[in-house]
């Protein structure tokens, strides 16, 4: 049995640093830092949130937080798990571009409690055609053309009717659009 050279591969997803500027951009790079640390290490995706978790409390000032979402491609079962520490949801769309599984969060945003628990949502089985949409405020957040927040709905919305083009057509349609 030969398998893939790069089977399974983790994302560190959609970040969200509370916050703007130079700090919030350092907290990332640090958060960043920290699960590519613990990524290296095996341990699943409910336990890299926990082992963060912890540093960042210590890291960060009272109040201050970090939105994240993580998943687990592995290529050769060809499906995804996923966990989220307080972040938007993200969507797997089917080949008519319906959304057939919601990811949502299941623990609290990193930094603020030192005994934060989190979960990894069930494996999902990835069937051709289908696309996992993780998303992040840079595009909920930001105005459309008219003036209104695009939102999370807007950017769905775009997903579902752009859903047979190709990942790189999606990701700079919605920029545009965003």
């Known amino acids: 049995m030969t398998s893939s050279p790069c089977p399974t591969v983790i994302w560190e997803l959609p970040c969200d640093v509370e916050g703007h500027g130079f700090g919030s951009a350092l907290v990332m790079a640090l958060t960043r830092a920290y699960v590519r640390s613990f990524a290296t290490m095996d341990l699943e995706l409910d336990e890299i949130l926990v082992q963060v ?100 709905r807007g950017a769905l919305d775009y997903e579902v009717a752009h859903h047979s083009e190709s990942a790189r057509q999606i990701a700079d349609g919605l920029h545009l659009a965003a």
């Open 53 to 152: 978790n912890r540093m960042l409390v210590k890291d960060l000032k009272h109040g201050h937080f970090v939105t994240l979402a993580l998943a687990r491609l592995d290529v050769s079962r060809r499906s995804v798990n996923y966990a989220g520490a307080g972040h938007m949801p993200g969507f797997v769309l089917d080949d008519a571009g319906l959304v057939v599984h919601v990811l949502e969060s299941n623990g609290p945003p990193l930094g603020l409690f030192p005994n934060s628990k989190f979960s990894c949502q069930n494996e999902i089985l990835l069937e051709p055609g289908q696309i996992v949409v993780l998303l992040t405020d840079g595009i909920t957040e930001s105005v459309a053309p008219g003036g209104e927040e695009f939102g999370g």
